[in-house]
């Protein structure tokens, strides 16, 4: 009779994934050490995943991600994400996936996992703009990268000024307000609410 497979062993291996590679890096982040750090066998490690790369894969993909929901607005949905974004980042899991855009260009047998990585999290993101279109707050024929680009790089950049620091709700929340004022500024956008046009529509990539 089949033995059946214990679910959270699965989750152990996937959490100590995380931890192996946003502490170690990608030179570490091997079976044994993900075996080691989520005290299972190596066995257990090797049934699941064929090579390194699958279980990083498999780990990020099940990381949670802040999600871009619906604030009513388009401003209040890029303030809400991005000040998430910016507590995210500064966790462990988002020091993983940081280390893991760094490694896609130096390791390509990484780039296999990016669709299943990426996809329904740049659907999310984009989802703002998409939104913002429906209310007929941004144009339906103009490109809306530039405006996520200078918001989620505004954040991501201050993170990384700071990697000690650990922001706080209201920290973030601030420094976002800030950020969308000052990128819907750049745009040649009225600052207040509600934003009516934009030069931004296709969305990360």
């Known amino acids: 009779m089949a033995r059946t497979r214990d679910p959270s062993i699965d989750a152990r291996i996937l959490a100590a994934a ?19 750090c989520a005290a299972v066998g190596k ?5 699941r995943f064929a090579s ?14 802040p999600a871009a929901d619906d604030h009513g607005s388009l401003r209040d949905d890029l303030e809400h994400w991005s000040a ?4 995210w ?3 462990p899991a988002g020091a993983a996936f940081l280390r893991w855009q760094t490694d896609l260009r130096f390791v390509p047998a990484l780039t296999s996992g ?7 999290r740049l659907d999310s ?8 279109v429906e209310r007929g707050e941004l144009s339906s024929d103009d490109d809306h990268t530039p405006l996520l680009e200078m918001v989620s790089g505004a954040v991501l950049t201050r993170v990384l000024a700071a990697p000690w620091s650990r922001p706080s709700a209201a920290t973030s929340q601030a420094y976002a307000a800030d950020v969308v004022t000052r990128a819907v500024l750049a745009e040649g956008l009225p600052p207040g609410r509600p934003i009516t046009r934009s030069r931004v529509r296709r969305g990360l990539r």
Do not use: K, Q
């Not at 995380?18 to 080691?36: K, P, Q």
């Not at 699958?54 to 991600?65: I, Q």
């Not at 993101?125 to 913002?132: E, P, Q």
């Open 18 to 36: 995380i931890d192996i590679y946003a502490a170690e890096g990608w030179a570490a982040f091997t079976f044994e050490s993900v075996a080691r």
């Open 43 to 47: 066995p257990g490690v090797y049934r």
């Open 52 to 65: 390194r790369e699958e279980l990083l894969t498999a780990a990020l993909t099940e990381l949670s991600w």
């Open 84 to 87: 998430a974004m910016m507590r």
């Open 89 to 91: 980042w500064s966790t």
């Open 114 to 120: 990016y669709p299943a990585v990426m996809g329904s």
């Open 125 to 132: 993101v984009n989802g703002i703009l998409h939104r913002a």
